[in-house]
């Protein structure tokens, strides 16, 4: 390394420039800025609709496009886009027919995941077994991401997020009491089939960055948190975002002087948060 | 093919694994907690790596790991049935512990640290010893032996806590004893077919179950017998076709059986005659 490395001192001022002398890191940063604003936006709804499950069925259905494309050797980010594509119309395809049968939907919803998981590990092994690029795929590589990576990441994000502010007011409705919604003539169906395509692009891009296993972490906890803050969606969604922002650039932060990955400091801090606010929220939730 | 020791291994493990899967399935597709038996599955990941880092035996990880959240999550829930967004929050932490393990396992032991995380996500069924494979049957076999015993005011109080509760059964104890059988499942068929497939024997065989009929019992058998049959048939598959994992093919028939489920049940919509 050209330039020395000293360690976390006590004057924030050089700590900060540290941390921003390395392109990988200016890049990691700018990255993670990305992903974390699209993932608290995309995040909040996916909590307030309770896909959870659903979400998480997504960002691993990443892992099998990747380790597909780079079998077929096609462009992985290719890879990624279309399996979580496929994956959001398989995903309303099983819970649309099965209306009102909420455990056997769940089912169905499992049993997409683990088959796009052995599918996954198929391609891995007649690949040829690159256990490292393994590893990534499931991890992550956020301090490999080079500058036209962030610049589409960018140009995703804004679709993503444009999208979303779109569909967003008729959404919310239709989250909140689906019944009302159809009843009062939103296109319920259409509305969730279009909330799953934008939480796969979002899951997609993202998983690009912190690997097809982390990243429900940063759709999760920062909206979980914010909803146990408050109920109203304005406020609400601007504290998703501002949490998962906050999360990632501490997490990052953290990693960079520490021995740890980041997807560890990441989850770290965002769970601590969470449960902070479940302990301070309980006097009030009863 | 049974003249191969590792596939008798194989097989003795699988089905006993495979009817423990199949039986706690089913009461966790009825219950709705499929989501808290995937998070279940990835902390698993996180146990066994864990042990594997800190240099001691890999069961042992799995099993403290497993038990001690779902007794967790079962203590955050209603009624010991947790929200989704608790497990996920929970969920997304744990894997953020199983990448730390994995980092410091994969520094500490130079090389074979990425075998032993894709044999804890993927399975290793093929490569279990003797004696591995009487011991995972055994756990097994007590597992699925403990489900039965309590199967009835279970299905009870899976059906209609309110009513269960009235006329006097523990509900609360109940699932939290169903967690923890959950729990040791979970960790036992980490070891048959990896952490990240084991939802498919939970999820795959119920679900398909539950579509074919909804006669409790029926059912119950019906899915450990679609999973037994997944997991002889993915077995043979695997022996077979060269390249193809057996975690693979076991998911891959289960899966299967679900869409020929799904399939044999579909009728076309009908069209409501607008008024």
Redesign the interface.
């Known amino acids: 390394m050209s330039t020395e490395f000293a360690g976390l001192s006590w004057n924030p001022v050089s700590d900060l420039e540290q941390l921003t002398a390395y392109p990988f890191m200016v890049q990691a940063l700018e990255a993670g800025t990305i992903v974390a604003a699209m993932a608290g936006a995309i995040g909040w709804f996916m ?1 307030l609709r ?1 896909q ?2 659903a ?2 069925t997504l960002s ?1 259905i990443a892992f099998p496009g990747a380790a597909g494309a780079t079998l077929a050797g096609i462009p992985v980010a290719l890879g990624y886009y279309g399996a979580c594509g496929l994956g959001a119309l398989a995903l309303s395809l ?1 819970s649309r ?1 099965e209306r009102g049968r ?3 939907e ?10 796009a ?3 996954g ?2 391609f891995v ?2 690949y040829g ?1 690159q ?2 690029g ?2 990534s795929l ?2 992550g590589t956020f301090l490999g991401i080079t500058a036209s990576q962030v610049e589409t990441l960018l140009w995703i994000a804004l679709a993503t997020l444009a999208a979303l502010a779109l569909v967003g007011r008729p959404l919310l409705f239709a989250s909140v009491d689906a019944e009302v919604a159809r009843a009062s003539g939103v296109p319920t169906a259409v509305l969730s089939l279009s909330f799953l395509l934008l939480l796969a692009l979002a899951v997609a891009a993202t998983a690009q960055i912190t690997g097809a ?2 990243v ?2 940063l759709l ?2 920062p909206a ?1 948190t914010a ?1 146990r803050l408050t109920a109203r969606p304005g406020p609400g969604l601007a504290l998703s975002v501002g949490l998962a922002l906050a999360v990632t650039w501490l997490g990052l932060s953290i990693a960079y002087f520490s021995p ?2 980041v ?6 801090v ?2 601590g948060l ?1 449960v902070l606010v479940r302990l301070a929220t309980r006097r009030e939730a009863r | 093919m049974l003249a191969h020791e590792f596939m008798r291994n194989a097989y003795l493990a699988g089905t006993f694994v495979a009817l423990a899967c199949g039986l706690v399935g089913y009461f966790v597709v009825l219950r709705g907690q499929v989501f808290a038996g995937d998070a279940l599955s990835h902390v698993a990941f996180t146990g066994a790596l864990a042990a594997a880092a800190a240099g001691i035996d890999v069961r042992l990880g799995l099993f403290v790991a497993t038990i001690a959240v779902a007794l967790g999550l079962g203590g955050l829930g209603e009624r010991a049935r947790p929200d989704d967004v608790t497990i996920g929050s929970v969920f997304a932490w744990v894997l953020g512990l199983g990448v730390l393990f994995l980092s410091i396992f994969v520094n500490g032991s130079s090389g074979s640290g990425g075998t032993t995380a894709v044999r804890v996500l993927f399975g290793s069924i093929l490569g279990l010893s003797g004696g591995e494979a009487w011991l995972a049957a055994a756990i097994a076999l007590a597992a699925a032996l403990a489900l039965v015993a309590i199967a009835r005011p279970l299905l009870f109080s899976s059906l209609d806590p309110e009513v269960a509760r009235g006329i006097g059964l523990p509900v609360r104890a109940l699932g939290l004893g169903f967690l923890a059988i959950l729990a040791v499942v979970a960790a036992e068929a980490t070891q048959a077919v990896g952490a990240l497939l084991l939802l498919g024997l939970l999820a795959a065989p119920a679900g398909a179950a539950r579509l074919l009929t909804a006669r409790p019992w029926l059912g119950l058998g019906l899915s450990a017998a679609i999973a037994v049959g997944s997991t002889w048939l993915g077995l043979a598959l695997s022996y077979e076709i060269p390249n193809l994992p057996a975690g693979t093919a076991v998911i891959g028939v289960a899966a299967a059986s679900f869409a020929l489920a799904a399939l044999g049940r579909w009728r076309p919509p009908v069209r409501r005659v607008a008024a």
């Open positions: 909590v309770r959870a499950f979400g998480h691993v099983v027919g909420i455990s056997t769940s089912a169905a919803i499992g049993t997409v995941q683990a088959f998981l052995g599918l590990f198929l092994s007649v077994g256990l490292i393994l590893q499931l991890f296993l982390l429900f972490a999760v906890t979980a909803q740890y990955p997807g560890f400091w990441v989850t770290s965002s769970f969470y």
